[in-house]
Structures are given as C-alpha cells and as structure tokens.
C-alpha cells in the first residue's frame, strides 16, 4: 500500500509496524474499492470522497475508527471482542488478535450507509 508506506517508516516499533501494515493491506485486499489515503497523520480509507474507516496507533495499540454511527452499530460486539472503546473509536491492543470478522462487518457498514452521501463525514452539510 505505497499510500501508507511513509506514515509507516515513520512508526518506530517494528511489531507496531508490522501489524499496522497488515490490517491496512487486509482493508486494502478486502474492499478493493476502497481509497487509501493519509488525512490528520492518520492512516484511512475512504469511497467516493466520504470517509469509511481510520487508524491510528499509539504506544499501548491500534486504534480503529469507524465514525460515531460505526461505533454506535457495532459497541455490543466490540464490547464482546474485549477492546476498549469511546464514542468515536475502538483501541485493539498490540499484543491481541484482530477480529477481522467485526472489522470487515463495520467497513460493510459503513460503505452501504453512506453510499449516497457527498459529504467527508455523516451529518455535514
């Protein structure tokens, strides 16, 4: 993913790295659609302008975030997987698994919902 390949350099842990590299070539691999594209030092995708998902990390994990709707939709589940969350993200320790299944649901999501929207985020005007 040569759009992520700077903000990844720039990662200095390798392990954090590498799994970031990962869950963004899986995104990448999973929804071909998808536009990958580095906005507010963070790693996201996005389809036909309007945002779907973004990443971040940070010393203690990864973070996801799916848009306030996303993390409405899908807390149960997060909650069920056992990652921490808040109203605008979910924070998947480096050392824990990543539950593809929830992450390739919200993308889903988020993509069907907002297939019609023109704006970045949900609710602009």
Sequence with gaps: MEAFAEYLMQMK????????AEVLEWVGRTFPGLEPRVAWNQPMF??????????SA????????????????FSREIARAGYAQSKMLFRIPWERDVDYT?????IAFNRAEKAHCKTFWRGKA
């Design 13 to 20: 842990v390798p392990q954090h790295r590498a799994r970031m």
């Design 58 to 73: 940070s010393a203690g994990h990864l973070a996801v975030s799916p848009e306030r709707a996303g993390m409405e939709r």
């Design 102 to 106: 929830l992450l390739r649901r919200m």
């Design 46 to 55: 996005t389809d036909h302008g309007t945002f779907i998902i973004g990443f």
